[in-house]
């Protein structure tokens, strides 16, 4: 008899037909699209042996123990967990589901059998009591008719003998069944679960279908032509869902979602067969949106978990057009790896690499990872914030302990602590990779899997003192039209009628400081190191600073002379009479020293004057100016004056070594021990026999402020004042 008829009118399809993994089923099977839709069909009309004893071996494990002295309904031994074994996705989909609804009803189903007396019964031993209760759900969910058999299945002893057994008290339990629903008062045994999960139930059959587009095989344009040519009507939000309706995604630009009415029909279309459109929760999206924002070049990406193969192929198609590679950690087996080359390749994707290790056994300094920027880690959490168990289950690799810590409404403490021990320990791991950010996902609705280990992570400063620190950055959407769902950097979606419930973190490394100068900053910055031809403009209030750097202690210098000084105003010319000092000149020397030098050999450069400032007690000595007048001298301080300045806005000063040029006599050799390399000028004019470049004689007039720049000179160079005073008394 049709199993899947009255499974159909009952509220069981609220688990049956949700969120996404129908699309996955058979998806690595290349015969075609026609396959899968029989299988889909095919699978409500039969439930082979092997569906039954797996779902028995997850109810085994999951089921509510009670206290011996309680317990009326003995079951056998679950020390060991056991081996599954599932002939496709759909039967692993159908096994986890009857283990459920028999957890669900187990109170129920074991009053039934005590009840009708069918139990206790000598020839069911307590190693089949598992099976005896999943089998039990099951007939009277076809409304006790008897199962359709083909002949191609191969038969299981244990199940046809428990089948047996429950069909020749069939009508034993009917009435138990009927007695039980009078007693408490329900309409059906729908009314018997509580409210929380009924609830939930609900919640989750009403959820909108998301699905994201793979343009691998198809693009955004393409597929709502062929919506339209099928008669959709693209609608504002999902709160406009009228049937044959859909809407854009307000996050993700190649996202869907549909009407839940329109799941098997959607399912059966060429878009689902072909992979052009793939059904998956949300979160993940949301995810893999996240790490895609945060890469502006063609790094490449480590997906910490292998998780949902959907979450990877996402990953995939969104770097479609650049040479990023996706990495897959934790394939573990070369079958696990070939499984998934196959799903792989159907969808399209090209650029996944699989990796046998767990993320946290590969080094940091993996050379196969030394291109990664991105890190996606959703690790394994308690999932109470997905919307259908049995989907967070089979898509993410979950718990099925999950089923009964969602009847439980929480998740015990010691699961709690070790999940967030274990996340906390990957995402450790994770942030000693040299990479950019890294993208933290989960499905829980406990801080303790989310704030609280994104905070000790920070705080642990596990990165080193080698790596820049990272710190949280807020979600990288384009829009988020509920600004609720963003605070304190932390994304986050709360379990509803219209999505599930996710956190979302996203922490970056710490940026340089010269990354957040300004656009001016970095132009002032280029033209202080020449890389522009003129520096930036100065401001207002530098125009009115004057430069006044002041010597430290009791302002004697090495020879026993307090220095001199020069003050430096940006429109008047210092003169000999009033001599404030400011910066000492001997830096500006320096940096024009150097400047020099970088000069190519015979380098002059014209109508130029270079001086000395006033008051540094070095000779003064000009380029091409053998015959310039007075207001030329001027000019040169002017010039001089100007050009400390720019040079002040160029260069930070720093600690300098003083080093003055060679004071050379015109008549002679230079001295034994005078330096005979470059000095801080180019030097023009007279040349000595050793055709090394002289400085030009020092003018015969009297001039007081002369005489005192080289008096200076003659304390700081004995020889070069021994040099000046002969040429004066000439």
Known sequence: MPRSKSKSVSFHEDVTNDTFHLSETKI???????????????????????????????????????????????????????????????????????????????????????????????????????????????????????????????????????EHFLYSFRIKLAAALARYRIKHDALSIEYILPETIRKQEQRASALPLCVWINTFKTSLQDVVRDLKNKGFTEVESVSDFNRYTYCMDQHCHDVLFFPSSLKEELLNSDLFADCKLLLQDKSRSLAVHSVQALLNTDGDIIVAH?????????????????????????????????????????????????????????????????????????????????????????????????????????????????????????????????VQAIVYCTSSVYPEENELVVKKALESGVEGHKLKRFRLIPPVFPTCCNPESCTDFFFRTELSEISSGCFLAI????????????????????????????TAEETKDDEKKQWKVTEHGNGVTASGTKPRRAEFHHHKVPSPSNINTAVSVSKAVTKLRK???????????????????????????LKHTAHLPSIGKVHGRQMLARKARAERKKVVLKPVEIVFPPVISPYGRPQAGMPTSSSYFDWTGARSVSDRALPRPLPKSGQTNHAKESAVAARVLKLSSRFTEKHQSV
């Not at 190519?600 to 007690?617: E, I, L, N, W």
């Open 595 to 621: 400047k020099n030098i970088s000069q190519p050999v015979g380098y002059v450069q014209p109508k130029k004057p270079v001086s000395p400032a006033a008051g540094t007690g070095l000779p003064r000595v």
């Open 28 to 162: 690595s099977d290349v015969k075609g699209s026609a396959e899968k839709r029989t299988m889909t069909l095919i699978g409500k009309n039969v439930c082979h042996d092997s569906v039954y004893i797996n779902a028995a071996k997850i109810f085994q494990g999951i089921r509510n123990k009670k206290p011996k002295d309680k317990m009326l309904v003995r079951y056998g031994d679950d020390s060991v967990s056991p081996a599954l074994t599932f002939e496709d996705e759909y039967s692993q989909r159908v096994s986890y589901e009857l283990a459920f609804n028999a957890l669900k009803y187990q109170e129920f189903l074991e009053e039934i059998l005590l009840d009708s007396c069918v139990y206790p019964c000598q020839s069911i031993p307590d190693e089949l009591t598992s099976l005896l209760v999943v089998m039990l759900y099951d007939l009277q969910d076809r409304k006790f008719e008897a199962r359709e058999i083909f002949d191609e299945e191969e038969p299981v002893a244990e199940v046809r003998k428990i």
């Open 507 to 534: 922490i970056a490394r710490e940026k340089d400081s010269s990354e957040n100068v300004s656009v001016q900053d970095i132009l002032a910055r280029a033209a202080s190191k020449g890389l522009l031809g003129t």
């Open 306 to 434: 292998v998780g949902s193969h959907l979450t990877i192929a996402h990953m995939s198609a969104l770097r479609n057009h650049s040479m990023s590679r996706v990495f897959v950690c934790g394939v573990k087996s070369s079958a696990k790896a070939d499984e998934l080359r196959n799903l792989f390749n159907h969808m399209g994707c090209e650029n996944i690499q699989l990796l046998y290790e767990d993320f946290t056994e590969i080094r940091p300094t993996d050379p196969r990872l030394q291109n990664a920027k991105v890190i996606l880690l959703i690790p394994q959490c308690s999932g109470l914030g997905f919307s259908n168990p049995i989907d967070f289950i089979l898509s993410e690799h979950g718990d099925a302990g999950l089923l009964r810590d969602l009847l439980q409404g929480s998740v015990s403490k010691d699961k709690l602590c070790r999940l967030a021990e274990r996340q906390l320990t990957e995402l450790m791991h994770a942030m000693k990779f040299k």
